[in-house]
């Protein structure tokens, strides 16, 4: 249906004076690598004259800041669901929590219990996911990989769809995690909602946190790399 209506832009009245919205560059790229491919396309299969194409400017999404100013008395009551110390260290991620279509929670599990091992004495990281389940298969992959991948570290899944849970992550957290791994993550706006709440964010090196978070400053951007053909 996407494919359809790139098509279906292309052959319709569009003007130089239009214009089409990206939310970010990795969108506009793709846009623009979308429409060449269909230019080829119809001038080989029709030696169509083609129209003019609309401006594609890219314009951020936007979120308002003083919403997710963190609510301490919340955060402490998270910390203490969680068991965490005040010496310990907590992340979250907030997302849709399905490994097929927006990440495996494999690499964060064997980095996380990596990183415990090589935690002062009775210093501890924990990790609380908010966000929901599309079916059970997910929530078996990401509780029962937790319990045999990081058994050394705390783990808790929370309620995305409840805003309470979400305000209170955000306000009890040390860190932001958001190690997306699918191709179609083209802006990512909890990343942007943690930075307005105070925390420094671990991301992916993808798509559109390239235009958000600046590696070294708001947080850090980790390389990632999508396997070529043949593998």
């Not at 979120?63 to 998270?78: E, M, S």
């Not at 990183?115 to 929530?139: N, T």
Request: contains cysteine.
């Amino acid at each position: 249906a996407v494919m359809e209506g790139w098509m279906n832009l292309r052959v319709s009245p569009v003007e130089e004076c239009d214009a089409l919205i990206c939310t970010s560059r990795a969108v506009q790229a793709s846009v623009s690598f979308q429409l060449d491919l269909i230019d080829a396309h119809l001038k080989r299969q029709l030696d169509a004259q083609l129209r003019p194409r609309p401006m594609l400017p890219v314009i951020p999404l936007g979120i308002h800041c003083d919403d997710f100013t963190p609510d301490p008395a919340a955060g402490q009551a998270l910390r203490a669901r969680l068991g965490a110390g005040e010496q310990d260290v907590v992340f979250t991620t907030i997302a849709r929590l399905t490994p097929h279509e927006k990440f495996d929670p494999l690499p964060i599990y064997l980095a996380m219990q990596a990183a415990q091992k090589k935690m002062p004495a009775g210093q501890k990281l924990h990790i609380a996911f908010c966000g929901v389940f599309r079916e059970d298969y997910s929530r078996k992959v990401f509780s029962e990989g937790a319990a045999r991948l990081m058994p050394d570290v705390g783990f808790a899944l929370l309620d995305g769809a409840d805003p309470q849970e979400r305000k209170a992550v955000l306000s009890g957290a040390d860190v932001f995690m958001f190690l997306i791994d699918n191709i179609q993550e083209t802006f990512g706006i909890t990343p942007i909602e943690a930075m307005a709440a105070g925390l420094p964010v671990v991301v992916s090196d993808w798509d559109g946190y390239k235009d958000t978070v600046r590696d070294g400053v708001d947080g850090f951007r980790i390389p990632t790399v999508m396997p070529g053909p043949g593998w």
